[in-house]
Structure formats: C-alpha cells, structure tokens
C-alpha cells in the first residue's frame, strides 16, 4: 500500500485520503500473510533469516558485466565527494551475516585488484561464537555485503562478523558485538518475516551513534524484521539504467521485487507522523537492486557449483552501500550520525531522487522505495555541515542592467580561517582581498559586471584552511546545516522561458493529446516547471471538443528555483489545440431525369453528431457503364447542402460519388457512399 499523491512534506487531501487505508492495512496484513507466519513462531532461537539476493546468470572465470563502483559512485554522487577514492577514513563498517566464507579476504583482494580500489589492511573478519561451517548462499551475500560497503568506502575498516547460524538469537548477538567493536555502521542484509513479539527486539537497533541499515526483501510486498524495527533504515530497491561511464540511460523505476508495506506490530514512530499510518511503514530509502542492473561481485566459495565473476541483485545490495554512506557521513562530522531515520526524513526531497513509477512507487513517500535513491553529495553536505562563522553582505540589495558594473559589493566575514576566497554571481567571479578590523572582522569590496540575461545572486565561496575540508558556499537560508549569512539579488536580462510542447496539434475527437511544459533559465539550464513552479492551465491530457479550435496560454511562476535567492520567477507560452471530427457523406440524392435528360445530384454533408456542415469544399464524379462521364464541385450552403446538374445523359447505368472534401476544422475520411441508376 502506498500514499498516492504529492510529496510526504505537505500535508494534502491525498494524505488524509489515505489514512484510514494505511490503518486497515496494518489489520490486514495478518490475514495476508505479512505477520500471521510469525505469530506461531516468535522464538529467536528458531527463527532463521535469510539473505534477499538474486543472482542474474552463471559465473564466469574473469568480468563479463555487472556495475562496477565507478558506475554506481557517478549515478549516485559519491564519485563528487572531495574524499572519493578514500571515503570513510577512520570509520567501521559492520558486516553482520550467517555462517562462514572462508575466501572472503582473497574474493576482496580479487575484487579491489580488477576495480583499482585501495585496501590497506581494511578486513577484519570476526567469529565471535566460534568458527562458524560454511554455507554457499550466505558466503555469497558476505561477498556482496563486504566488497560493496568497501568499494564506496574505501577509507573505512569492513568488519565481517560472522554469526554460528542464521537463527534471530545468533544473528542478534553478532550485532550486539559489532557495536561492542566500536563500529559506526552496520548493515544488515537479512530478514525474516514478522511476528508477535517482535517490538522486544528492537533494543539490539539502538546503541548511540550506531547507524543500522537492512534489506527490505526481494519478493515484492511485505514487510520483514528487522528492517521494519523503526531505530534501523530499511533500503528498497530500483532499477537504475546506466551507461559504462556510470551516466543514466533511462528514468530509475521502482524495482517489482522491493519489499515494502506498514507493519503489523510496530507503531509509526513520530518521524513518519506526516504519513498518517498507524504501523511502521518500509522501506524508508531505496537503491539500486534489479538483477538486470545489477552488480558485479567476486566469490570462490562455490555456489550451486559455481564460483567466480557473479552479477548480483537484491536489496541486499543496497544496505551495505547505505551504510557505507553513513560512515562517510559520519567520517566529516564532529559526533557519529547514529540512528538515521529521524534525520533523513526531515530533510528537504531535494535530498533524494524521487521514484515515481511503477506502481506502487509513486511521487513523494511510498512502500516500494521510501524517500527515494541518495543524492549523495547533498545529503553529505546536509547530514554533515561544516562551520561557515558569520558571513554578510552589507550593500543594499540591487537590481541592475545587463553589462553593469555592481558596486562595489562588499562583504564580511567573521570567525572564518578561510583561503582562495571568492565572490560570484552566476558564472562571473572575482577575487577578493580581504583586510581584517582588529575584531577579527574582515571585510572587501569587489566589483563585477552582470552577464546580458544573467540571473543570480552573490556568493561566498571559501576553503577552511583544514585539509581535505570542501569548498562551502554561504547562502542567505539558516537552513540549519551550518549555512549562514544574507545574500543580494541581482537580476538582468530575461528570468526563464517556459515552453510547451507540442506547441500546436490536430486533435481527432476521441483521441487523447498530452502536453509537457518544460523551463529554462536565462543560461539555458533546464527548471522544473512542477511542483515547483505552477502552471495554468494545467497541461496534462485532455479530449477536445468536436469542431473546437482553442488557443492556450500556459503560464508559470515560483519561488526561484534558479538559484537559491534569485526571488520570484515567471513566464508564459502559448499554444494552439485544433479538434477535428471525421466527416461522412450522409446522403447522395439523385432526381430522376425528366427534364430534358438533365440530372439533379443533390448531396448533404453532415457531421458525426449529424451537424449539417456549411462551406464543405466537395468535388463529385458521375461514371457511366464504369467509366468517367463528368466531374463538378461546389460548396456547401447552411444546410450542408450542394446541388449538382448533369446534362445529356444518354441511356446507361450511371453512379456518383464525393471525390474530394475540404472543410474547416475537420478531416474526411475520403470514402463516400456511391448511387447507382439506369435509363
């Protein structure tokens, strides 16, 4: 089940619509499967997980396909980072899996040798309730598990904690001593289903600064424990079309096999209240998870016979990359992140790559990929901000002409150790010398001419002296990530162009047209037009009206999505909707010859609807014994009516039909009933 509608951050009548759905789906369940398995069997010792991966074809001896990092680092944003190719310096990631791999430490050298990934003694593998037996399918996901966290954190220390067997007790035990370890993250690609009595287990998920992510399943809607437990961050699955250069080659989808719904026995925890549910609802983030797109991995323990080069799917891909984004996250800030949920779902969208189809992933929140797939360089830069001090601009705010010089605009700064400063507007740049007050204020004006058709507003650029710090830029939002300062907004040229498309059609009645209105800055880049900006009317799909011929003019405005301070933006387009309806020759009717061999055609021209239609263009031809005997044309009067005269028709068989009509705001299927009479 999933709420259908806007984005979770405004509270819409979609939302409320969707309440009691939500409430009746956590009663539901049960019945359906989703909790009842559990309920007869809640012991830990018994109960087994099972790890959701799927394996796309057959190994092979060497790499024959499947993503390599470097693809899923670009499609996602961890390749952006200033620390990529060491992300994750002095964080532990937990690997916490079921029985034993016994090549786990020579399948990650194999794996880092083929991808050129670092690793300077960064596994550690753990039996902490002694040597565990082997087990293919497990040692198969600890490959997943270990060699995907690493390779999109390299910097971070893998430990692979390997539990004696796949019950809830052995599995809950090697997670407690994975904490115990002092690991910043841990991932968990595991599950089993619910059951009663659940909710005493959620204690194993809460250790302070810890943050725990699971696999939501692989077999589509349902719910599973321990992703559902609200302190861990369930991941769902996509599927996410790439190039070998790691660029997308089509929209990222929800993936059919993501698990995903509201659970039965654990209550909605307050950062899902927006949502309305009375359950906890799963997953909470998605990542790419289809077998079809999946990941390459490396795994000499054979498996169903096999061993070597496997392309890998499932959700289990994706938590052990989720926490190694949260040990990235956690290697910038000055305290561990720890639990996540709360904090990722109080972030902007703009945070996540929302996930709109299929069903049941739709716009904003749903139970088949959560928020949506990370942004990763926006959600580092949110979830670990870095010290800005005070920064102002103390011009008064203008608004000048294209190829105007500004200023100067001054600007000061306090309590910031910064080098390599600039001010920007847009893409024009000045350097800045800064002189310092004996209040550690330090203040410069500069000076910088407007680009013609520039929208932008300025900006402080800075690098903290601290090595390895990214450069911060100073918005005039407290957005609560460490931003600071006031910003001016300077203007030239045009603000947005806003088109739409098709611009103009013919539309046959009955037929469905769409229309898409698309934005752009006066630099060329593309905006959203939705939701962002408003469009009126709304272009979406429509059926014309027959005989209709209207013109449409779509305008837009926002809030400035441009660029963060660039202050209210508009535009309009036009365009042109023509609804045709097909034409039929109703009736063909010929008088009999009895005025000195002179024949009267008489033709009438309706509409579907049976409209007469006036000022119809038609040509007609009579034959006569199957060959041409004449031709006239004429136009339609009010009555859709034309009187044709043929003279000296000598004795034969002769038939007559429309050759040709042309009428304003229709179309004519070119066919017309023939009449046929002898003399």
């Known amino acids: 089940m999933v709420i259908r509608g806007r984005s979770l951050y405004t509270e819409t009548v979609n939302t409320r619509r969707w309440l009691a759905v939500f409430a009746a789906t956590a009663l539901i369940l049960p019945l359906l499967g989703a909790g009842s398995a559990g309920a007869a069997s809640q012991d830990p010792k018994t109960r087994e997980a099972h790890p959701p991966h799927k394996v796309l074809r057959s190994a092979t001896p060497t790499y024959q396909g499947g993503y390599q990092p470097s693809q899923l680092a670009t499609a996602y944003g961890f390749a952006g980072l200033a620390c990529y190719g060491s992300c994750g310096a002095g964080q532990t990631i ?43 399918g497990w040692a198969l996901e600890e490959s997943l598990d270990v060699e995907w966290a690493h390779a999109m ?12 067997s796949a019950s809830l007790t052995s599995l809950f035990s090697a997670v407690d001593y994975a904490v115990s370890q002092g690991a910043s993250a841990i991932s968990m690609s595991w599950g089993t289903n619910e059951f009663l009595g659940e909710t005493t287990f959620d204690s194993h998920f809460t250790a302070p600064g810890v943050t725990f992510t699971a696999s939501s399943g692989d077999s589509g809607p349902g719910v599973i424990y321990p992703a559902v437990s609200p302190t861990v961050t369930a991941v769902g699955g996509t599927t996410l079309p790439l190039d070998a250069a790691g660029n997308q080659t089509g929209e990222e989808t929800g993936w059919s096999g993501s698990g995903g719904g509201v659970s039965a026995y654990e209550p909605a925890p307050g950062y899902q209240s927006m949502l309305g549910a009375t359950g906890r609802a799963v997953p909470d983030v998605a990542y790419d998870a289809a077998p079809t797109t999946g990941v390459a991995i490396y795994d000499t323990t054979p498996y169903n016979g096999q061993a070597g080069w496997f392309v890998v799917g499932g959700t289990s891909a994706g938590a052990p990359q989720w926490a190694a984004l949260a040990a990235i996250i956690d290697s910038q800030r000055s305290s561990r992140l720890g639990a996540a949920n709360a904090a990722l779902y109080g972030l902007p969208p703009a945070g996540f790559r929302d996930i709109t189809s299929p069903s049941p992933a739709v716009p904003g929140f749903d139970t088949a990929t959560g928020l ?32 105007q010089v500004s200023g100067p605009i001054t600007v000061q700064l306090s309590s ?19 002189s310092t007050a004996p209040d550690g204020t330090r203040s410069a004006a500069v ?43 300077v ?30 800055d006066s630099f060329g880049n593309a905006v959203p037009v939705s939701p962002s900006w408003s469009v009126s009317p709304s272009l979406g799909s429509f059926s014309p009206t027959a005989g209709t011929q209207s013109t449409f003019t779509a305008s837009a405005t926002g809030s400035g999505t441009v660029v963060a301070t660039a202050g209210a933006l508009s535009a309009t387009s036009s365009l042109t909707v023509i609804a045709t309806q097909q034409v039929r020759v109703a009736s063909i009717t010929y008088t009999a010859v009895s005025y000195f061999g002179i024949t009267y055609i008489l033709v009438t021209v309706v509409n579907g609807s049976g409209t007469p239609v006036s000022g119809a263009a038609l040509s007609v031809a009579t034959y006569r014994n199957g060959t041409l005997f004449g031709t006239a044309s004429g136009t339609t009067n009010s009555l859709g009516r034309d009187l044709f005269v043929i003279t000296s028709t000598p004795t034969g068989c002769y038939s007559t039909t429309v050759t040709k009509l042309t009428a304003t705001g229709y179309t004519w299927d070119g066919v017309s009933p023939p009449n046929q009479y002898c003399k």
Do not use: H, M, W
């Open 94 to 136: 937990a690997i916490v899996d079921a029985y034993d791999n016994p090549t786990i430490a020579s399948d990650l050298a194999a794996f880092d040798a083929q991808f050129g990934l670092p690793c300077n003694n960064c596994l550690k593998k753990l039996t902490p309730q002694g040597p565990p037996k082997t087990d293919a």
């Open 372 to 403: 949506g797939s990370p942004r990763v360089g926006t959600l580092v830069s949110a979830l670990a901000p870095t010290s800005v001090g005070s920064i102002a601009f103390v011009t008064t705010p203008q608004t000048l002409t294209a190829g």
């Open 416 to 434: 910031v150790s910064a080098t390599d400063v600039t001010v920007t507007f847009g893409s024009t740049s000045a350097g800045a010398s800064f």
């Open 447 to 489: 000076s910088v001419t407007i680009p013609a058709g520039s929208l932008s507003s300025p900006s402080v650029y800075y690098e903290d002296t601290k090595a390895g710090t990214p450069s911060v830029t100073a918005s005039a939002f407290a957005d609560g990530f460490g931003s600071a300062g006031q910003s001016e907004t």
């Open 153 to 164: 954190a390299p910097g971070a220390t893998i430990l692979l904690v390997e539990a004696s």
């Open 491 to 520: 203007a030239a040229g045009p603000l947005a162009t806003l088109s739409v498309s098709p611009g103009s059609a013919t539309v046959a009645v009955g037929s469905t047209q769409s229309y898409n209105a698309s934005g752009a």
